[in-house]
């Protein structure tokens, strides 16, 4: 079992910046990618951002140039940094590990005033 727990969300005006962190914890040793999904009210779940244990990185085409996604494998934490935030970007950020099943936190709330 793998446990995830964000910190990091919070309000923000248009143009601002946040950082989103991640940590791992019970059955680390099987995880490969870690990455952020992001959920907005009515909309289905969608993918923002992962990295692969060795670092390689994908980005959705509406974050592209805004948002940075990083790990520590040695302190298990997947990092989110998010500049340039728009109110588009207001949805509930949740972090996602596969560690040979999907395992997902319980989310943290961002929200882009205008």
């Known amino acids: 079992q793998v446990q995830l727990l964000e910190s990091g969300g919070g309000l923000v005006q248009a143009g601002g910046s946040l950082r989103l962190s991640c940590a791992a914890s019970g059955s680390t040793f099987g995880i490969s990618t870690m990455g952020w999904y992001r959920q907005a009210p009515e909309m289905q779940r969608e993918l923002v951002a992962t990295?692969?244990?060795?670092?390689?990185?994908n980005y959705a085409d509406s974050v592209k140039g805004r948002f940075t996604t990083s790990r520590d494998n040695a302190k298990n934490t997947v990092f989110l940094q998010m500049n340039n935030l728009k109110p588009e970007d207001t949805a509930v950020y949740y972090c996602?590990?596969?560690?040979?099943?999907?395992?997902w936190g319980k989310g943290t709330l961002v929200t882009v005033s205008s």
């Open positions: 996602y590990a596969w560690a040979g099943i999907n395992y």
């Open positions: 990295v692969s244990r060795g670092g390689s990185t």
